[in-house]
């Protein structure tokens, strides 16, 4: 992120959060990886960023050996529980920076990067991943975005965003809050630009079916799905914290008083990069 500096408190405090609060990706995730890179059950996948595991637990059943990465210990520890409720096993869970890939983790022929490559040092981590990819392997960028939804249309009223981002800005400030410092104009969305400047090909998108229709979410979950996001980050509010979840509380209760909220998850589509041949 250009002129902007990682630290460990960017997601500091968000984690079990994270699990409780974001919506799942779409249950046929696995079957279109599979389909989309004609998976055979055999090779090994590596999810950078992998938070409580969300992609890389269901993919997991896809491969002979999944590797989750990611920077916050706390989101390794959610995923270790979460494999675990989900009878997932053979997952190594790895606390480090992606651009500190370990030397001895081996190669993959599947690197998975959802929600996550915009945090990191994207020239640096592509060239790694392009290292790193078995023969005829490739890296598949996950577009997603769970933390907030569309619409729902139906009876029960979708969550108060906008009314939630303002709470969070009449707390935080206007500048959108990253860990130690501020991030006005967000995130970088030009990932194309740097996974071809890494020497990888396309994406070949593949869209992921999802017929969920409206998903039910409970105010607890809300209020979770708030605290899960870097700019809403549990320490981003100190001793201010409690005032902070009783006002956003108040705000969800104007909206749904009986704490019922739905919201359709947006599209997730799979971009599939593959290395150009040296
Ligand atoms: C928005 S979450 C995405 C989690 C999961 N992949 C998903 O799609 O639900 C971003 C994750 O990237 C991790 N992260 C941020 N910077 C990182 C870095 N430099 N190296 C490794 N992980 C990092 C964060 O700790 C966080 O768990």
């Given at each position: 992120v250009t002129g902007w500096q990682w630290d460990a408190s960017l997601f500091a405090g968000t984690a079990p959060h994270y699990r409780a609060g974001r919506m799942a990706y779409p249950p046929a995730l696995a079957d279109a990886f599979r389909d989309a890179l004609g998976l055979d059950g055999r090779g090994r996948l590596l999810d950078l960023g992998c938070g409580p595991g969300s992609v890389t637990i269901p993919l997991?059943?896809?491969?002979?050996q999944v590797v989750g990465l990611d920077a916050d210990a706390a989101m390794v520890d959610q995923a270790r529980a979460a494999a675990a409720d989900a009878g997932v096993r053979d997952v190594e869970w790895v606390v480090a920076r992606a651009e500190d890939l370990p030397q001895d983790v081996g190669s993959f022929r599947t690197v998975t990067l959802a929600q996550s490559f915009h945090w990191f040092d994207r020239p640096r981590v592509a060239g790694l991943v392009r290292e790193r990819l078995d023969p005829g392997g490739a890296l598949v960028h996950v577009q997603a975005m769970t933390h907030r939804g569309e619409a729902p249309g139906g009876d029960l009223p979708a969550p108060p965003h906008d009314e939630v981002d303002a709470l969070v800005r009449r707390y935080l400030g206007q500048e959108r809050r990253a860990g130690a410092s501020t991030l006005p104009a967000g995130t970088p969305g030009d990932e194309a630009e740097v996974f071809r400047g890494s020497g990888f090909d396309g994406p070949e998108r593949f869209p992921v079916p999802d017929d969920r229709g409206p998903l039910e979410r409970g105010e607890d979950e809300v209020v979770s799905a708030v605290l899960s996001l870097s700019w809403a980050a549990p320490h981003l509010f100190g001793d201010r914290l409690e005032a902070f979840v009783g006002d956003l509380r108040a705000v969800l209760r104007a909206t749904a008083p009986d704490g019922r909220f739905a919201e359709r998850a947006p599209p997730v589509a799979l971009d599939v990069w593959r290395p150009v041949e040296r």
């Open positions: 997991a059943p896809l491969y002979e």
